[in-house]
């Protein structure tokens, strides 16, 4: 690992300052890091620097490696990783640098916030400390988690190894020679980001609200500080919803849920020491909160498509707390209005480049209305009526033939032809680099009111959701039905049943026949595995989950490289349209030991006691 130098300090206006988009970048500063001491803004942006690197993608990367997805950038990285070329020295899915830097500089905030005059009375200086020690804590155990689940993997002898653990800073290391770091074991990775996990729910609030009397924070205030003679006041002034978008007890209860069901997963259990007891006990700790099933958002499945109230959430609505999204546990700030979704993923006739061009093994994967997969006799699926019928879901997040977005003097106004007969570059491989692929267009990230049209451009606000609870309530369906089966509650005293039913139904699958076909395999642990998948795989969908679960599931290497299709429309002379599928749009090449991602090249070749993973 290279020594990290401290440029590009953010300068944080003061600690005091709201957290709606936490830390904006600041000019690049060389200033030496004991001047931190003296100065909090600057102490706070050291820290700001693990938060600018926090490991959330706004839109699909990862999924354009599986069959979920393919791009129409012919250039792209993730096209040559998905079709063979992922190697040590060409990784583009790598988090070694930009989560070992973060790490960095949680250490250096560990080292120093004691010595830091954060105030000048004596107890909110304490509370502060304790305050930047529980973010970095938590911020070094959730960059750790993401460095891990990135590089891990088995050694030549067998061993299931994890990443070095540099528990100090850069220079701290580097003043003992002791930079030449070893891998520590999977198991002792994950043993030390529980223990900062730990340390952080000790120091955080579980929220940050308006005030000391509100419940969240009552419990802090009263056990730890108020015999301690702070004021409520004082108490306010630190923990106080000024800092709502950071780090809190909620969040690290629920990266704690994470961590376990990654673990207990198929690829690392038989070795992490991590059951799915353990990961489904965690995960209804974070569920129950919020009253299991019963409080399931029920527009979570279309999170990104409510554009009068992403217009309206703010993180400092500590007035209107129901107007933020319910499903959403930790987000990022919503920026000002942007256009660069759109830019990206919009079909051409709307000025857009159609980056993300869905599979048809995807658009398959959306069962019928009535709740039962296309390939069941009982969905009445017709392939050459192939959209009629189908689950809410496939228009909500996939643009098919013959959809409407946009329409802001576009060619065609809002109808998208994707089909052969389209006359416009929407159609199917009309122009290289633009039109999609396999005959779909990606609709979910984007709001349809953007107008990219150049004679009126106007963009919107977004956000990037960083933990949803639609993801926590599959992680434990998941983790209850593969220990006690589809039927029983478990700790959480729902059951995996329950919370597949709830996500179907609030989606209006299965509305009309009360879900027969969940209810013809609800005693069926094998078929609930396959069904809890699928609804991942649907509910998830571009959100940079399919690459790590195909991976975590440790399914077949057939299922790693089942080839990306697409569909072919052609209109008949009779006007008739004809539906043909394109068996291998994009190849999948993945080989056996590609289901752990390498050390990166570099380090291998800079320190000498770095082991790489088997087969890189």
């Not at 039927?487 to 059951?495: D, E, Q, R, V």
Request: net charge negative; hydrophobic share 35%.
């Amino acid at each position: 690992m290279k020594k990290i130098f401290y440029i590009s300090i953010l300068a944080a206006s003061t600690v005091l300052t709201s957290c709606d988009d936490l830390f904006e970048p600041a000019t690049e500063n060389h200033r030496q890091i004991e001047a931190m001491w003296e100065e909090p803004s600057y102490a706070q942006g050291i820290l700001g620097n693990a938060y600018i690197n926090l490991p959330y993608e706004t839109g699909p990367q990862s999924d354009l490696a599986t069959d979920d997805a393919v791009t129409n950038d012919m250039s792209s990285n993730l096209l040559r990783m998905g079709t063979g070329s992922w190697a040590a020295e060409m990784n583009p899915l790598d988090q070694w640098t930009y989560r070992y830097n973060a790490i960095n500089f949680a250490n250096i905030m560990l080292e120093n916030s004691a010595k830091v005059k954060w105030a000048k009375e004596e107890m909110p200086n304490k509370m502060y400390n304790d305050l930047f020690n529980g973010d970095a804590y938590a911020l070094r155990a959730l960059h750790y988690f993401y460095v891990l689940r990135a590089h891990c993997g088995y050694t030549y002898d067998g061993r299931l190894m994890g990443v070095p653990l540099l528990l100090e800073s850069v220079d701290a290391l580097t003043a003992k020679d002791a930079l030449n770091v070893p891998r520590s074991s999977f198991v002792d990775c994950i043993k030390q980001i529980n223990s900062d996990l730990d340390k952080a729910a000790e120091l955080l609030p579980y929220e940050y609200v308006g005030n000391v009397n509100e419940a969240a924070n009552n419990a802090l205030y009263i056990n730890k500080y108020k015999a301690q003679g702070a004021t409520p006041a004082e108490f306010n002034r630190v923990f106080g919803s000024h800092q709502r978008g950071k780090l809190n007890g909620k969040i690290v209860e629920a990266i704690k849920a994470q961590v376990a069901f990654f673990a207990a997963s198929p690829a690392f259990n038989e070795h992490s020491g991590v059951t799915w007891e353990q990961a489904a006990d965690l995960l209804a700790v974070v569920l129950k909160r919020i009253n299991g099933v019963a409080g399931m958002d029920p527009n979570g499945w279309k999170w990104f498509a409510d554009n009068s109230k992403i217009d309206a959430w703010n993180f400092n609505m500590k007035d209107h707390p129901e107007a933020e999204p319910a499903d959403m546990l930790w987000r990022g700030g919503r920026g000002g209005d942007a256009t660069n979704l759109e830019e990206d993923y919009f079909p051409p006739s709307q000025w857009g480049k159609g980056r993300v061009n869905p599979t048809q093994n995807l658009v398959d994967a959306f069962p019928m209305a009535n709740g039962y997969p296309i390939t069941e006799v009982a969905s009445g699926y017709n392939d050459q009526d192939p959209y009629t019928g189908r689950d809410p879901r496939l228009n909500a997040y996939i643009i098919v033939n013959g959809d409407k977005i946009g329409g802001y003097g576009g060619d065609n106004d809002k109808t998208i032809i994707t089909g052969t007969y389209g006359d416009n570059r929407n159609a199917i491989n009309r122009e290289m680099g633009v039109s999609t692929r396999t005959g779909y267009y990606m609709r979910k990230w984007v709001r349809d009111d953007v107008n990219l049209n150049p004679n009126g451009k106007s963009g919107k606000k977004h956000y990037t959701p960083r933990i949803r609870y639609t993801e926590l309530f599959l992680d434990y369906a998941e983790a209850a039905n593969e220990k006690w089966g589809p039927m029983a509650p478990g700790p959480l005293g729902n059951s995996a049943y329950d919370i597949i039913k709830a996500i179907r139904s609030r989606a209006g699958v299965g509305k009309d026949n009360g879900d027969a076909y969940l209810e013809s395999i609800k005693d069926n642990k094998d078929k609930m595995r396959e069904l809890i998948r699928n609804e991942r795989r649907l509910e998830l969908c571009f959100e940079n989950y399919r690459f790590w679960d195909l991976r975590r599931w440790k399914v077949s290497l057939n299922m790693l490289n089942e080839p990306a299709k697409g569909i072919q429309i052609e209109k008949l002379d009779d006007g008739a349209l004809k539906y043909t599928v394109l068996p291998e749009v994009e190849k999948r090449v993945y080989k056996d030991y590609m289901y752990y991602g390498p050390i990166p090249f570099s380090e291998i070749r800079k320190w000498n006691a770095l082991e790489q993973n088997a087969g890189w």
